[in-house]
């Protein structure tokens, strides 16, 4: 991989959770020395900071599950802002979570970006969850579960920032999924998502779904917005997560999507979802999301070091 210039954009977000503590996840990835790495592998780092909302607004919405919808509209309004002037830098942000309801803001503004440039946004989402509710559908009302029916462009979001440029459901390309509601499942074959639950990967391997989804970003002239959620992991080896689904991706399949990620170069953009430092033990999830990462910005299986802990 050639070096690059990264753009790290924190977003403290937890409104959209059950369990505080996503919040700490910004610092947690700067404690486990990401800047630090990057730069080791040859690639310009800033850090901008923390994103910061406007004051919320009160909102309200008939479904009484629902939670901190005022607080999450307003992450979502300053977070697509965030990604849209970072993609505009021509840097690569790397968005640093937070709860996945961070990608309210973060899909949203670079595809808005790269609409403008005349290519289209695909989105590899890596997750237990396809987070393919809407505010009729959730019954935990936890908001972490709709950003991808909303930037979709699936009806029932007016209460969440208007849409400049939905993701084609067509372009999605889920992994790892083994957590689906009833509602979700019946939307995502509606809309034709491509899923890969963890039933095919154990069956066919996850290299050959994930080569063919990027031959059809390149075909496509595509840019390549990657969304990963620390329970894409199984949770033995990564339990900082308040959302742990047994049976997750391997150490080995993990490092391999993104060896693959990183050899196909065309990811544009990166969410590092999820991770609750509350939950952790001795930061061990949150080095193994930047040893991810360091997959992906060009590591390689010879270049990894022992650590001690």
Known sequence: MTSKSCI???????????????????????????AHTLAGLGHTVTDRGNVVHD?????????????????????????????????QSGEMPIFLG??????????????????????????????A????????????????GTPVAYFSGLPGFEAYPKLAAPV??????????????????????????????MRAIDEHGIAAPLRAFLER????????????????????IAPAVGTTVPGGA????????????CDSDLVTSLDLAELN?????????AHLMVDLCASLMGRKVLDRQTRSL
Not at 68 to 83: I, K, N, R
């Open 168 to 197: 084609d459901p067509a372009n999605l390309c889920m992994m790892g999924i083994r957590s689906v509601d009833p509602a979700e499942n019946a939307a995502l074959a509606e809309h034709n998502v491509e899923v890969k639950d």
């Open 8 to 34: 790290l954009v924190g977003a403290p977000v937890q409104s959209g959770a059950s369990q505080p503590g996503c919040v700490m996840g910004p610092d947690a990835y700067r404690t486990a020395r990401l």
């Open 217 to 236: 970003v390149r075909a496509a002239n595509g840019a390549l917005h990657v969304s990963l959620d620390v329970d894409f992991l199984e949770p033995s």
């Open 98 to 127: 937070g709860d996945h309801s961070m990608a309210l803001g973060t899909v949203p503004g670079v595809s808005r970006y790269w609409q403008q440039q005349g290519r289209p946004l695909f989105v590899l989402w890596l997750d």
């Open 55 to 87: 004051v919320p607004h009160n909102v309200a919405h008939e479904n009484a599950a629902i939670h901190d919808l005022g607080q999450t509209v307003a992450w979502a309004s300053a977070l697509q802002d965030a990604a849209y002037d970072a993609a």
């Open 250 to 261: 391997t150490f080995r399949e993990a490092h391999l999507v993104m060896e693959m990620l």
């Open 277 to 285: 430092p509350f939950l952790d033990e001795r930061g061990r999830t």
């Open 129 to 144: 969850h396809p987070d393919f509710h809407t505010f009729e559908t959730t019954s935990s009302g936890n908001l972490h």
